[in-house]
T-cell receptor, first 118, second 122 residues
Framework: DARVTQTPRHKVTEMGQEVTMRCQPI?????VFWYRQTMMQGLELLAY????????DSGMPKDRFSAEMPDATLATLKIQPSEPRDSAVYFC????????????????FGPGTRLTVT | QQQVKQSPQSLIVQKGGISIINCAYE??????FPWYQQFPGKGPALLIA?????SEKKEGRFTISFNKSAKQFSLHIMDSQPGDSATYFC?????????????????????FGQGTILTVHP
């Protein structure tokens, strides 16, 4: 049963500390997405990669957020320094794009990392 | 032009009733319209999806109705059950390789609606 995994599932940290979230996409998927979910903003796309190359990180605060894919099995999202307003659930998702006619185009989400910055 | 607007924000339905959630989009280049279901503490999961070449898609109790000219699509949940209580998100993207508007880098990039919290009372 292929699934996207994320670690840690929960993280509580103090303002100013570095936070690193990790994601293992589904084997064979070429596109990895990072989303942030809050009550106020809903689901926001932060950044995404195709074949490990960054395509768009315009949704991220550049001064404190960074996203990388060191290899095809690992994507990381780092916040340094963290702030209380970064408290949210961070989701990683993966899929295989572009699709061909008849393909479903499903994007699979991980269980998320719930980040609390005090 | 990338927005997807979803309504209502919340919906309460009695068991056995029909739940209807609506979405509207602006970008006519979108070629894929999925609905995601999210339970508390879980990630969103694909429920059902449609492409603009058909006007309706049905999977079990879930149906998407799609109106290309009005740029609207909706999710209908027939015979709603308490287990359907969740948050539902509509979304839109360009993901087909034949879509020249995707520009090569936008494939799969989902634009989400704000979500609808559905509560089905027993």
């Amino acid at each position: 049963d292929a699934r996207v995994t994320q670690t840690p599932r929960h993280k509580v940290t103090e303002m100013g500390q570095e936070v690193t979230m990790r994601c293992q996409p589904i084997l064979g998927h070429n596109t990895v997405f990072w989303y942030r979910q809050t009550m106020m903003q809903g689901l926001e796309l932060l950044a995404y990669f195709r074949n490990r190359a960054p395509l768009d990180d315009s949704g991220m605060p550049k001064d404190r957020f960074s996203a990388e894919m060191p290899d095809a099995t690992l994507a990381t999202l780092k916040i340094q320094p963290s702030e209380p307003r970064d408290s949210a659930v961070y989701f990683c998702a993966s899929g295989l794009y572009p699709t061909r006619t008849g393909e479903r185009g499903e994007q699979y989400f991980g269980p998320g990392t719930r980040l609390t910055v005090t | 032009q990338q927005q997807v607007k979803q309504s209502p924000q919340s919906l309460i339905v009695q068991k056995g009733g029909i739940s209807i959630i609506n979405c509207a989009y602006e970008n006519t280049a979108f070629d894929y319209f999925p609905w995601y279901q999210q339970f508390p503490g879980k990630g969103p999961a694909l429920l059902i999806a449609i492409r603009p070449d058909v006007s309706e898609k049905k999977e079990g109790r879930f149906t998407i109705s799609f109106n290309k000219s009005a740029k609207q699509f909706s999710l209908h949940i027939m015979d709603s059950q308490p287990g359907d209580s969740a948050t539902y998100f509509c979304a839109a993207s360009m993901d087909h390789r034949g879509n020249s508007n995707a520009g090569g880098t936008s494939y799969g990039k989902l634009t989400f609606g704000q979500g609808t919290i559905l509560t089905v009372h027993p």
